[in-house]
Structure formats: C-alpha cells, structure tokens
C-alpha cells in the first residue's frame, strides 16, 4: 500500500511508519513536528517520504493513495495546553483536509481519537455507546472537543460521501519513542524516579488509568485498519492501576530512592478511566499481550539510554 500519515513523527505514529515499511509499505509522513521529533522516524529501512508541512493547508500528494491515517495533534495536557489554537485547527481544520484527500484519492481514512472524547467520565469503564461527561470550556476542551468534532466530522464523510472510514479511540499508551516533557504520568514518573527526583503526583493518587503498551496499541490499529468497522472502537488496556500505585510499582522497579508528593488536582482531570473492549474484541479478535510490568521494565531502559544520552 502507499499510506499517508500525519503526526508520523509523533510517538505512536512513528510506531505506525516503521510497522509499516517493515511490511513493505510505501510511507509518506506529513508532520510539522511541533511536537513530533524526526529522530523518531530517522534509520528507517524502507520506502519514506517527509514532508514537514502543517496538514490544516491545504494537502496535495501526487500518485494514488491507499490509506490516509490522521495522527496529528499534541496529545498530552501539557502539549495541548502549551499549543490550544493549533490542537484545535488540527482536529478541525486538519482532520477536514485529510478527509478531502481520502476522498480524492479514493483511500481508506483511519481517525486518531481519544478516551478523552469522554471527559471526566461518570460510568466505568466506559464502552462505545457512552457520550462522556465533557466541560466544553474548561482548558482541556481544546482537546476533548475538538476530538469529538473530528469523529462527527468523520462520521458525516461516511455517512454522506461513503468515504471508507475508522475510528480508533486510543486509551493511555505508552513506550519507548515518548518524549522526555510528554508530560503524562508514565514517562513523568519514571524520568523523575531515574534522577532520583520526588515523583509528583496531582491529587490524592487514588484515581485511577489504565495503560496500554504501544506494540498492543499498533497491533490494534492495524487490526482495525483492515477490518470493516466504522463505529468508533476502544483501544486500550482494560486493567485498571491507581497512580499511587503507579508511583510506586516504578520506584520497585527503577530502584530509585525517590519519594512521593502530591500536589492539587487540575482542572478537569477524570478521575476515572478506563475502556470497554468489548467491541474490539468481537470485531478486531483483539485484546493487549503485554503486561504493565513488562512494559514499563522495557521503557525504564529506554529513558535510561536517553538520561546517559543527555548526560
């Protein structure tokens, strides 16, 4: 297949682009890299084209196109918050643009969405059909909402033009390829843990993620790729883990000395989340292999490699 992706520079996109050209894919990533890095796609073996180009202009690929895969968009709160205009134009205004190429081109479209499209969620966990609980104002919303516009829109493209569309919604991910400032609890935790710093923990450490290792997450997608569903389905890992209980298992296992202190609970946070995969399971034969555990010991050594890195 010829795929194009945007966010291919980003952490779980770069996942996709090298599952890809290891399968003999041609590739072309479109990414203004404002939160993706190159590095994460450098010393591919394959067919790779980059563009860095910002996918809210308008976006012009010359051949055919199979597959059009968007994944651009800051994904942690502290990427969305630091960029609100662009998360917005991007889920929006981009998410319009790559709907237009699939269109053109007569490719397959597949749509990045999020657990956060259910806000601060009042059932538990939450399945498809549950519409969340969303602050349509608050500072996540930037996110959150500009998320469920991209689905409807997504929705409207199939339902109106036929385009051929999917729609992954993505739960808490992590792995190697995250960035040092992603923000999000997993690769906080284990940078401060690995320099001996106190882990922070916002509010009382009682509520609750769950965590999905990235080879599952991709593993998923292209389950989901190649299936006939367009619904939206949940991707992530069903295991529930408070982050006090997080905070810890990651300072048994880094063997830090680090302590832990709480600070105020943002804006907004859920205090709960975590998927139903039921609808995965039924219609992708789908469900994570990997332990948190094991995933977490395999990306402690890669922030490892990064601290002597930057050392």
Not at 36 to 58: H, P, Q, S, W
Not at 165 to 185: E, Q, S
Not at 218 to 243: F, S, Y
Request: charged residues 25%; aromatic residues 10%; neutral net charge.
């Amino acid at each position: 297949m010829r795929i194009v992706i945007t966010g291919g520079a980003g952490f779980i996109g770069s996942h996709l682009v090298k599952m890809w050209l290891k399968e003999g894919h041609e590739v072309i990533v479109v990414d203004n890299l404002i939160t993706g890095r190159i590095e994460n796609i450098a010393n591919t073996d394959g067919k790779l084209t980059v563009m860095r180009y910002d996918c809210c202009n308008f976006l012009y690929i010359d051949g055919p196109v199979d597959y059009v895969a968007h994944f651009a968009s800051p994904a942690s709160p502290a990427h969305y918050m630091r960029y609100p205009i662009e998360t917005l134009l991007v889920n929006s205004i981009g998410t319009w643009r790559t709907l237009g190429l699939a269109r053109a081109k007569g490719a397959k479209y597949i749509l990045a969405s999020t657990s956060e499209v259910y806000g601060d969620p009042l059932v538990s966990p939450q399945d498809e059909s549950y519409w969340g609980n969303v602050n349509p104002i608050g500072v996540r919303s930037v996110y959150d909402e500009s998320k469920r516009f991209a689905e409807a829109l997504t929705m409207a493209y199939h339902r109106h033009y036929g385009l051929d569309t999917r729609i992954a919604r993505i739960f808490n991910t992590y792995g190697p390829g995250m960035r040092i400032d992603d923000g999000r609890v997993i690769p906080n935790f284990i940078w401060q843990a690995l320099k001996g710093e106190p882990l922070t923990i916002y509010g009382d450490g009682t509520q609750t993620r769950s965590f999905c290792y990235i080879d599952d997450l991709v593993e998923g997608i292209k389950r989901l790729m190649e299936a006939d569903a367009h619904q939206p389905i949940n991707l992530g890992n069903p295991n529930e883990v408070r982050i006090i209980d997080l905070a810890n298992l990651i300072i048994n296992l880094t063997g830090s000395k680090s302590k832990i202190e709480f600070k105020p609970l943002p804006e907004d946070d859920p205090k709960q989340r975590c998927p139903d995969i039921s609808r995965a399971k039924q219609l992708l034969g789908w469900e994570p292999k990997v332990t948190l555990e094991e995933g977490l010991k395999i990306t402690i050594e890669y922030f490892k490699r990064l601290l002597h890195s930057n050392a």
